[in-house]
């Protein structure tokens, strides 16, 4: 599967951003689909994860509560909804998708798309 990531930008602390992630190929909902960010200078982290159905999610603790990820298996594509955006939220947006059921690690999603750019400034 390819992923397009886009809905990267530059906004003000306490905003919002919704990202979009479009998947190529017709096996879409067979993937658990995963956000992961990377800040400069540190080491890719787990985001939000959801099953192939989107009956379930998993949030790193940073953002419970404030980011919803979810999908639509129609329109082969993945969203994370970001609210009450942080400056330590600054960091590129990676999608990806897995075939395996569970796992917040990077060698849990086989493919990757090219990350797109938050910004939150303060």
């Known amino acids: 599967v390819q992923l397009q990531a886009s809905g990267g930008g530059l906004v003000q602390a306490g905003g919002s951003l919704r990202l979009s992630c479009a998947a190529s190929g017709r096996t879409f909902s067979s993937y658990r689909m995963g956000w992961f960010r990377q800040a400069p200078g540190k080491e890719r982290e787990f985001v939000a994860a959801?099953?192939?159905?989107?009956?379930?999610?998993a949030y790193a603790d940073s953002v419970k509560g404030r980011f919803t990820i979810s999908r639509d298996n129609r329109e082969n594509t993945v969203y994370l909804q970001m609210n009450s955006l942080k400056p330590e939220d600054t960091a590129v947006y990676y999608c990806?998708?897995?075939?395996?059921?569970?796992?917040?690690?990077?060698?849990?999603?086989?493919?990757w798309g090219q990350g797109t750019q938050v910004t939150v400034s303060s």
């Open positions: 990806a998708a897995g075939l395996l059921r569970s796992g917040s690690t990077e060698k849990s999603f086989g493919s």
């Open positions: 959801i099953t192939s159905s989107g009956g379930n999610t």
